[in-house]
């Protein structure tokens, strides 16, 4: 129940100030608010927008001026109780602002107040015009009376303008007269409802369900009968099945009246997931989540939760805050994509959102992957979550042949090193003789990598950014891929002047043109990052004719190396399988291994049986051996009596403090200063690493250092550092921020 008129409410503004104020609200009737509605409310000199966020009870009068809230943005609550809660352990953990939260869960234009689309619908009134001599009306209002009475429903007005001729004036002047009526007719716009149609035909209702798969559900649903808080890991090798069980897990929460949330790590894995969802539920209305959206589409979906139209979500990391009625399932899909974690404020994880929201709502939260996480299968050995196994693919298909190209002899046959072995290039030949398609991964956009002045040694460097320029031969620029920053190709180095300008490196482009020449002209080569998708529905495009044998060949990036099904993919080839083990970073070792089986479980989901070429320098790589058996168990072994031997996690939390500023001699000072003042505090609970420049030192200008915290309690090394933090003294040139449970130390 709301409050009284005149009564006071606390209100969390959304303009720079991180704690509620105490306001007086004055509507009632059709403008009463309660929690989570979003109001206007003045500021010092700003009117600004605030989310409602209690109701003041039994307080005396205040010796302080209260103001009034202006007006009602929404009064539906944005938020639901369970949301607001959860914003409020986001802030805590994250260490962010309340502010921050806020705009991260909210949609940008429901904040602004953006109102759903609608037409007008017009219709007669019978029983008005039989009182009536229409015979005294002008030829365009007859015209128009003639037209509805033959009318069974009301009418678009742009249909009676298209039929009649008659002008807007004409219209509004008879429903002026009350001869006309008009209604509002609301137009919803859903996202990726093409894909739904185009591939209506193709996909299967059901399937029969292996062994393994009947013992999952049956696990799941005993979870999901408890209607308690539970977590779940589905861990099932590619080509496991893991959708399907999902699928069951979903008819069972639906059928108990809950609601469900669907995570997936990319947005170009929404597309294809919504499409099987459609089908499988077509009852049902499925909601597309994810910041790709046009505004109009995110009010949208918003509105259909918001008023019970819908119980599904489909979306990427931010629609672990979609405002799900009832939710009773979550299931994070690909659980162990480093996607899920936001590297801007708030830096929330989604997976670790999703099992405390889960808990807020006693839901289950089903994580699923090939791959799991180190953090997830410790949790399941420490017997927090449960745990849920598919070995076998479907239908007993093969995992597919996995061949290890030695570079190191390739380069020695030929006396240089070559971008594409002599075996992949092979493989592929023989997959066009056999209208058969392939795969080309490569985690590296753009044409080369550098370009290198041979004479002085010279790379061309952002200016912006302590990283080389990257050559595109689309447009002919060295562009950077942090900050955006770009410039022609120089004819001579900027440091010597020498014309002796070498391109170095390769990128996907590159790989694109080689496969042309390599290839029969006849093969259709696409190419896949984010590069060229920046138009509007082209990934998703270029993903539907690949699915339907328009294409014979994709290179692409991390865009297609995760959870995509091609039936018609026989052969994948990993371009420099070796990038991930250079990152600087203990968790070089696990990317590497997850991304080997991720786009290796591409190949052979179909009939036909798969093969991958690995090409490395570094064949005998732990990380890329256990990769090639696709031996979970064995790589998590190794890795993590590695990491229990250094205290790393996922035995103890990560949290990185980037200290940032446009003065190189200021930021290396003050994190300087900083750690010296944690260090003589001594925490027991907290072990200090660095300060270091970050590996990549200089950013948009910004040069950067960071030192590292580990320690077993977040809640407790935040405490601490927040009590030293309140009392130093930062140069307001000089920024820093903490992320928590960090995974990009970059």
């Given at each position: 129940m709301g409050p009284t008129q005149d009564s006071l409410v606390q209100v969390q503004p959304l303009g720079g100030f991180d704690k509620p104020l105490t306001y007086r609200n004055n509507f009632r009737g059709t403008e009463s608010i309660e929690p989570g509605s979003l109001v206007t409310i003045p500021l010092g000199k700003r009117k600004i927008p605030g989310i409602v966020w209690a109701f003041e009870q039994n307080i005396a009068k205040p010796k302080f001026k209260i103001h009034n809230i202006l007006s009602v943005i929404q009064a539906t609550p944005v938020l639901t109780s369970?949301?607001?809660?959860?914003?409020?352990?986001?802030?805590?953990?994250?260490?962010?602002?309340?502010?921050?939260?806020?705009?991260?869960?909210?949609?940008?234009?429901v904040r602004e107040g953006m109102k759903s689309k609608s037409r007008r619908l017009l219709f007669l009134e019978k029983e008005k015009l039989a009182q009536m001599d229409i015979s005294t009306r002008a030829t365009s209002q007859k015209k128009i009376i003639s037209?509805?009475?033959?009318?069974?429903?009301?009418?678009n007005l742009k249909l009676i303008q298209e039929k009649t001729s008659a002008s807007s004036a004409t219209i509004n002047n008879l429903v002026k007269k009350g001869l006309i009526r008009e209604t509002q007719e609301r137009i919803e716009r859903v996202a990726?409802?093409?894909?739904?149609?185009?591939?209506?035909?193709?996909?299967?209702?059901?399937?029969?369900?292996?062994?393994?798969?009947?013992?999952a559900v049956t696990e799941i649903s005993t979870d999901l009968n408890k209607k308690a808080f539970h977590?779940?890991?589905?861990?099932?090798?590619?080509?496991?099945?893991?959708?399907?069980?999902?699928?069951?897990?979903m008819e069972f929460a639906l059928a108990g009246g809950g609601g469900v949330l669907f995570l997936v790590p990319e947005v170009a894995l929404a597309p294809q997931t919504v499409s099987r969802l459609r089908m499988r539920f077509g009852e049902e209305k499925v909601v597309v989540w994810h910041s790709h959206l046009s505004a109009g589409e995110r009010v949208d979906a918003w509105r259909s939760l918001i008023q019970n139209e819908s119980r599904i979500v489909v979306g990427a990391r931010s629609a672990v805050f979609a405002p799900i009625p009832k939710l009773r399932l979550i299931i994070v899909d690909e659980e162990h994509e480093t996607s899920y974690k936001q590297e801007d404020t708030p830096r929330y994880h989604a997976r670790d959102v999703a099992v405390v929201r889960a808990k807020t709502t006693d839901a289950l939260c089903l994580l699923g992957s090939a791959t799991p996480s180190l953090e997830t299968i410790n949790n399941v050995q420490k017997g927090k979550y449960g745990i849920s196994k598919l070995t076998q693919r479907v239908d007993n298909r093969e995992l597919p042949l996995v061949h290890l190209v030695d570079m190191r002899r390739e380069a020695d046959k030929i006396k240089t090193l070559p971008i594409l072995s002599q075996p992949l290039v092979e493989a592929l030949r023989e997959r066009c003789v056999n209208g058969e398609q392939s795969i080309l991964f490569l985690n590296r956009r753009g044409f080369n990598t550098t370009m290198?002045?041979?004479?002085?040694?010279?790379?061309e460097g952002c200016k912006h950014c302590s990283i080389a320029l990257t050559y595109h031969r689309t447009d002919g620029y060295l562009?950077?891929?942090?900050?955006?920053?770009?410039?022609?190709?120089?004819?001579?180095?900027?440091?010597?002047?020498?014309?002796?300008?070498?391109?170095?490196?390769?990128?996907?482009?590159?790989?694109e043109d080689l496969v042309a020449e390599l290839l029969p002209r006849r093969t259709i080569i696409r190419r896949i990052d984010a590069d060229i998708m920046t138009k509007k529905n082209l990934f998703r495009e270029t993903l539907s004719d690949f699915r339907k044998g328009k294409i014979d060949v994709l290179v692409g990036t991390q865009m297609i190396a995760k959870g995509l099904d091609f039936p018609k993919v026989t052969l994948v080839g990993v371009i420099d399988a070796d990038l991930p083990l250079r990152m600087e970073d203990f968790r070089a070792s696990e990317r590497a291994f997850q991304m080997l089986v991720q786009v290796s479980g591409r190949s052979g989901r179909g009939n036909r049986a798969g093969e991958v070429f690995v090409q490395t320098y570094a064949p005998h790589s732990p990380s890329i051996q256990y990769a090639r058996k696709a031996d979970l168990e064995g790589f998590v072994d190794e890795e993590l009596a590695m990491r229990k031997e250094f205290n790393y996690p996922p035995y103890r939390h990560l949290i990185r403090h980037l200290f940032r500023s446009r003065s190189e001699a200021k930021v290396e000072f003050y994190i300087n200063k900083w750690t010296k003042l944690v260090n003589e505090n001594n925490f027991e609970e907290i072990?200090?690493?660095?300060?270091?420049?970050?590996?990549i030192e200089k950013m948009n200008g910004y040069y950067r250092y960071h030192l590292f915290y580990f320690t077993c309690s977040v809640r407790t090394?935040?405490?601490?550092?927040?009590?030293?933090?309140?009392?130093?003294?930062?140069?307001?040139?000089?920024?820093?921020?903490?992320?928590v449970d960090a995974h990009q130390i970059s």
């Amino acid at each position: 129940m709301g409050p009284t008129q005149d009564s006071l409410v606390q209100v969390q503004p959304l303009g720079g100030f991180d704690k509620p104020l105490t306001y007086r609200n004055n509507f009632r009737g059709t403008e009463s608010i309660e929690p989570g509605s979003l109001v206007t409310i003045p500021l010092g000199k700003r009117k600004i927008p605030g989310i409602v966020w209690a109701f003041e009870q039994n307080i005396a009068k205040p010796k302080f001026k209260i103001h009034n809230i202006l007006s009602v943005i929404q009064a539906t609550p944005v938020l639901t109780s369970e949301l607001m809660q959860l914003a409020s352990w986001i802030s805590r953990y994250y260490c962010c602002s309340m502010e921050a939260c806020l705009e991260a869960m909210i949609p940008a234009p429901v904040r602004e107040g953006m109102k759903s689309k609608s037409r007008r619908l017009l219709f007669l009134e019978k029983e008005k015009l039989a009182q009536m001599d229409i015979s005294t009306r002008a030829t365009s209002q007859k015209k128009i009376i003639s037209f509805l009475e033959k009318q069974s429903q009301p009418v678009n007005l742009k249909l009676i303008q298209e039929k009649t001729s008659a002008s807007s004036a004409t219209i509004n002047n008879l429903v002026k007269k009350g001869l006309i009526r008009e209604t509002q007719e609301r137009i919803e716009r859903v996202a990726y409802e093409d894909d739904f149609l185009d591939s209506a035909e193709s996909v299967d209702h059901r399937i029969e369900l292996t062994d393994e798969q009947k013992v999952a559900v049956t696990e799941i649903s005993t979870d999901l009968n408890k209607k308690a808080f539970h977590t779940r890991l589905l861990s099932g090798v590619t080509g496991s099945g893991k959708t399907e069980v999902y699928f069951e897990a979903m008819e069972f929460a639906l059928a108990g009246g809950g609601g469900v949330l669907f995570l997936v790590p990319e947005v170009a894995l929404a597309p294809q997931t919504v499409s099987r969802l459609r089908m499988r539920f077509g009852e049902e209305k499925v909601v597309v989540w994810h910041s790709h959206l046009s505004a109009g589409e995110r009010v949208d979906a918003w509105r259909s939760l918001i008023q019970n139209e819908s119980r599904i979500v489909v979306g990427a990391r931010s629609a672990v805050f979609a405002p799900i009625p009832k939710l009773r399932l979550i299931i994070v899909d690909e659980e162990h994509e480093t996607s899920y974690k936001q590297e801007d404020t708030p830096r929330y994880h989604a997976r670790d959102v999703a099992v405390v929201r889960a808990k807020t709502t006693d839901a289950l939260c089903l994580l699923g992957s090939a791959t799991p996480s180190l953090e997830t299968i410790n949790n399941v050995q420490k017997g927090k979550y449960g745990i849920s196994k598919l070995t076998q693919r479907v239908d007993n298909r093969e995992l597919p042949l996995v061949h290890l190209v030695d570079m190191r002899r390739e380069a020695d046959k030929i006396k240089t090193l070559p971008i594409l072995s002599q075996p992949l290039v092979e493989a592929l030949r023989e997959r066009c003789v056999n209208g058969e398609q392939s795969i080309l991964f490569l985690n590296r956009r753009g044409f080369n990598t550098t370009m290198l002045c041979p004479d002085c040694g010279h790379v061309e460097g952002c200016k912006h950014c302590s990283i080389a320029l990257t050559y595109h031969r689309t447009d002919g620029y060295l562009k950077c891929h942090l900050c955006g920053y770009r410039k022609p190709t120089p004819r001579r180095c900027s440091e010597c002047n020498s014309f002796d300008l070498h391109k170095r490196g390769h990128g996907t482009q590159k790989i694109e043109d080689l496969v042309a020449e390599l290839l029969p002209r006849r093969t259709i080569i696409r190419r896949i990052d984010a590069d060229i998708m920046t138009k509007k529905n082209l990934f998703r495009e270029t993903l539907s004719d690949f699915r339907k044998g328009k294409i014979d060949v994709l290179v692409g990036t991390q865009m297609i190396a995760k959870g995509l099904d091609f039936p018609k993919v026989t052969l994948v080839g990993v371009i420099d399988a070796d990038l991930p083990l250079r990152m600087e970073d203990f968790r070089a070792s696990e990317r590497a291994f997850q991304m080997l089986v991720q786009v290796s479980g591409r190949s052979g989901r179909g009939n036909r049986a798969g093969e991958v070429f690995v090409q490395t320098y570094a064949p005998h790589s732990p990380s890329i051996q256990y990769a090639r058996k696709a031996d979970l168990e064995g790589f998590v072994d190794e890795e993590l009596a590695m990491r229990k031997e250094f205290n790393y996690p996922p035995y103890r939390h990560l949290i990185r403090h980037l200290f940032r500023s446009r003065s190189e001699a200021k930021v290396e000072f003050y994190i300087n200063k900083w750690t010296k003042l944690v260090n003589e505090n001594n925490f027991e609970e907290i072990t200090v690493k660095g300060p270091a420049p970050a590996p990549i030192e200089k950013m948009n200008g910004y040069y950067r250092y960071h030192l590292f915290y580990f320690t077993c309690s977040v809640r407790t090394a935040l405490e601490k550092l927040g009590d030293i933090r309140k009392q130093f003294p930062l140069d307001p040139e000089v920024h820093d921020v903490l992320d928590v449970d960090a995974h990009q130390i970059s």
